[in-house]
């Protein structure tokens, strides 16, 4: 059984930069032909992907974050990470990771999701 499990701070401060850990257990990042996304959801919105990291290593953006978000991997620790620079009162959000066979997407694409950590953005 796959689990993954986000963590980092709930609070952060406008034109900070957002920093979040995804721990996985029960799966390697590293195993062909996995994708490692996060995915975040705004208070009252819908699901946005906004970012991958394939089992290769390869990396994918949204464009709409492009500029701001960085997502790396420490394949020692089975976790991936994600940061967004410049934050703003609107990403405040619960951000999630998720495991998927593909890029992208914020449905049937996963099949394994963390729990979700909630982060807030203000001063």
């Known amino acids: 059984q796959v689990q993954l499990q986000e963590s980092g701070p709930g609070l952060v401060k406008p034109s900070q930069t957002l920093s979040l850990t995804c721990t996985v257990s029960?799966?390697?990042?590293?195993?062909?032909?996995?994708?490692w996304s996060w995915i975040r959801q705004p208070p009252g919105k819908g699901l946005e992907w906004m970012g991958t990291?394939?089992?290769?290593?390869?990396?994918y953006y949204s464009p709409s974050l492009k500029s701001r978000i960085s997502i790396s991997r420490d394949t020692s620790k089975n976790q991936f990470t994600l940061q967004l620079s410049s934050v703003i009162p609107e990403d405040t959000a619960v951000y999630y990771c998720a495991r998927g066979l593909a890029v992208g997407g914020t449905g049937d694409e996963y099949d394994y999701w963390g729990q979700g950590t909630e982060v807030t953005v203000s001063s």
């Open positions: 990291i394939a089992y290769s290593g390869s990396i």
């Open positions: 029960g799966g390697s990042i590293t195993t062909d032909y996995y994708y």
